[in-house]
């Protein structure tokens, strides 16, 4: 059975940092392109970003470009999302998310995490 646990978030002040990461089992893990994914209440899901299955290529919306980095550890089965400088804008629940496809679109990702809430406050 496979599973994506999410931990780190919580709740930050503007401008503040958190790391979140994802531990994953059940996959062979270095075979899947990761993922994160973020909603805000009222609002769809957007892709935040993504790292190949290597980790020799990243990806990021540009919402969060400069400010967030994405890492993973494939000895450890887990993937990282840096996030510096945050703002009230950021505050969602953040999934991550792995896939064999492509690592853009939402409908390629075949296993999803249960999500963990980050709040920036202004």
């Known amino acids: 059975q496979v599973q994506l646990v999410e931990s780190g978030g919580g709740l930050v002040q503007a401008g503040g940092s958190l790391r979140l990461s994802c531990a994953a089992s059940?996959?062979?893990?270095?075979?899947?392109?990761m993922g994160w994914f973020r909603q805000a209440p009222g609002k769809e899901r957007e892709f935040v970003g993504a790292?190949?299955?290597?980790?020799?290529?990243?990806y990021y919306a540009d919402s969060v470009k400069g400010r967030f980095t994405i890492s993973r550890d494939n000895a450890k089965n887990t993937v990282y999302l840096q996030m510096n400088s945050l703002e009230p804008e950021d505050t969602a629940v953040y999934y991550c998310a792995a896939t064999d496809g492509s690592v853009y679109y939402s409908y390629e990702y075949d296993y999803w995490g249960q999500g963990t809430q980050v709040t920036v406050s202004s």
């Open positions: 059940g996959l062979t893990f270095h075979n899947y392109g």
């Open positions: 790292i190949s299955w290597s980790g020799s290529m990243t």
